[in-house]
């Protein structure tokens, strides 16, 4: 199985940045995910890392380090439709996604 | 546009009652998943489906069963409902080279 792990909560300011760290055991590799939820909605996706580095897409970037076991999302230029659960996902090794048990971001104005 | 879709939206059930959580794809993805969502404990996988007539155990398979008849469909089945299967259940399906997943809406399932 997986361990993922990554903070409950965090709260920030509208226009500031965030970063959600995410930590990881896992029996084989095959990508980091991260996925965005509104509260009574499914889980959408925003990011994929595979190799170590930073992969950014507008506002967001997501960060991979594969021999620390460790992720982190990066939120810039906070709006408060931001306000959300931040899922962090591991593919192991036959494929299969575990999921962390979610970061609630509270963006304040 | 449709997806992803997911029947019932919301379901009050009695224990010891069977009950199946309808899903269906219009993407023509080859693997699909079924995942339940509790407070604290994030999204678990139940059973996936890698193609059509094949399935798997993910981490908390127990009083669950899934069937894949084919590409679309893949229903999942309580067989005699507990109140601990009280969850919000997902499903979602997954192709291509990143392979993300396309969740449905999501299914609310109180059991009593």
Redesign the interface.
């Known amino acids: ?1 997986q361990n993922i792990d990554q903070p409950t909560e965090m709260t920030a300011t509208e226009g500031a940045i965030v970063q959600i760290n995410c930590t990881y055991q896992t029996s084989g590799f095959n ?1 980091l ?1 991260w ?1 965005q939820q509104h509260a009574g ?5 925003l990011s ?1 890392n595979v190799l170590d580095g930073l992969e950014e897409k507008g506002r967001f970037s997501s960060f991979l380090s594969r021999s620390k076991g460790y992720s982190y999302l990066l939120l810039k230029e906070l709006q408060m439709k931001d306000s959300a659960s931040y ?1 962090c ?1 591991v ?1 192991d090794g036959d ?8 970061t609630t971001v509270t963006v304040r104005a | 546009i449709a997806g992803i879709t997911q029947a019932p939206t919301s379901q009050i059930l009695a224990a010891g009652r069977r009950m199946t959580l309808r899903c269906t794809q219009d993407m023509r993805h080859n ?1 699909m ?1 079924w ?1 339940r969502q509790d407070l ?6 139940i059973h ?1 489906s ?1 193609t059509a007539g094949t399935t798997g155990k ?2 908390v398979p127990d009083g669950y069963s899934v069937s894949r008849a084919n590409t679309d469909d893949f229903p999942l089945t309580l067989a005699s409902a507990v109140p601990s299967q009280t969850s919000v259940y ?1 499903c979602a399906s997954s192709s291509g080279t ?9 299914s609310r399932l109180t059991v009593l």
């Open positions: 199985g990508g995910f996925y909605e499914a889980p959408t996706f994929y899922l996902a593919r494929y299969k996604l575990s999921f962390g048990a979610g | 693997a998943y995942y604290g404990l994030g999204l678990r996988l996936y890698n993910g981490e997902f990143v392979g993300e997943l396309f969740f449905g809406e999501g």
